[in-house]
């Protein structure tokens, strides 16, 4: 799906209106608001935002306490998206419904994913 640069403008403008500090380059947009990055990505049924959380070492594999504790949290429900794992990185992923829902759900990811990511740095401590 190709998004109209009206549409990604105006993303970039609800996102600064809340708090964030807004990159774009070539397509591409990043929130940032204090320690978190916020990825945004337009497509056909929503707006996606992604929020990396720690990137996992390769050679350790994924340990078993950091896939109960994620599903675990995502059970629970707590906050717009869910965490999963792609790329040897841990990431908060949530969707947004449109410009009227972005703020509140970057919002509510950024908070979710401030509380959760150390808590996720505690599970892979014996790692790091």
Same mark, same amino acid.
């Given at each position: 799906?190709?998004? $109209?640069?009206?549409?990604?403008?105006?993303?970039?403008?609800?996102?600064?209106?809340? +708090?964030?500090?807004?990159?774009?380059?070539?397509?591409?947009? $990043? !929130?940032?608001?204090?320690?978190?990055?916020?990825?945004?990505?337009?497509?056909? &049924?929503? #707006?996606?935002?992604?929020? @990396? #959380?720690?990137?996992? $070492?390769?050679?350790?594999?994924? @340990?078993?306490?950091?896939?109960?504790?994620? =599903?675990?949290?995502?059970?629970?429900? $707590?906050?717009?998206?869910?965490?999963? #794992?792609?790329?040897?990185?841990?990431?908060?992923?949530?969707?947004a419904r449109g410009e009227d829902?972005?703020? &509140? /759900? !970057?919002?509510? !990811? =950024?908070? /979710? !994913?401030? &509380?959760? +990511? @150390? &808590?996720?740095?505690?599970?892979?401590?014996?790692?790091?």
């Amino acid at each position: 799906m190709e998004v $109209k640069s009206s549409d990604f403008a105006r993303s970039g403008e609800v996102l600064s209106e809340s +708090g964030f500090e807004v990159f774009s380059h070539q397509g591409r947009m $990043k !929130a940032v608001r204090g320690l978190c990055q916020v990825y945004v990505c337009h497509g056909e &049924k929503g #707006i996606s935002l992604a929020i @990396p #959380i720690v990137r996992l $070492k390769q050679s350790a594999g994924i @340990p078993r306490e950091l896939l109960e504790y994620l =599903q675990d949290r995502n059970l629970r429900h $707590k906050g717009p998206g869910q965490f999963c #794992i792609f790329q040897n990185m841990v990431w908060y992923w949530a969707c947004a419904r449109g410009e009227d829902d972005l703020a &509140k /759900t !970057a919002l509510a !990811a =950024q908070e /979710t !994913a401030e &509380k959760a +990511g @150390p &808590k996720v740095l505690n599970v892979l401590g014996y790692m790091i």
